[in-house]
Nanobody
Framework: VQLQASGGGLVQAGGSLRLSCAAS????????MGWYRQTPGKQRELVAS???????NYADSVKGRFTISRDNAKNTLYLQMDSLKPEDTAVYYC??????????WGQGTQVTVSS
């Protein structure tokens, strides 16, 4: 599976962005899809995830502001980010997990929120 993340950019606090993660190759057996973020000097952290049967999970810091979704026909995962805060500034990565435990990562997209 190859993942191509896009949609990052510079936005003012309170604004919105939508990230996309387009998958190519065989997505057979992909059980979980998610978005992570990382800032310099910190570990990559889970932002949101969705399982194959549609169960979602969000980090407490983004609950009520971010929404994860997917378009199965387009093999694309999305992250709608609203009410952005400066502390949301990070490089965002998408990840797919196959039932075998194999992880596939996208290349990352920079999100910068100015105050």
């Amino acid at each position: 599976v190859q993942l191509q993340a896009s949609g990052g950019g510079l936005v003012q606090a309170g604004g919105s962005l939508r990230l996309s993660c387009a998958a190519s190759g065989s997505i057979f057996g992909i059980n979980v899809m998610g978005w992570y973020r990382q800032t310099p000097g910190k570990q990559r952290e889970l932002v949101a995830s969705v399982t194959r049967d549609g169960r979602t999970n969000y980090a407490d810091s983004v609950k009520g502001r971010f929404t994860i979704s997917r378009d199965n026909a387009k093999n694309t995962l999305y992250l709608q980010m609203d009410s952005l805060k400066p502390e949301d500034t990070a490089v965002y990565y998408c990840k797919y997990v196959r039932y075998t435990g194999t992880n596939y990562w996208g290349q990352g997209t920079q999100v910068t929120v100015s105050s």
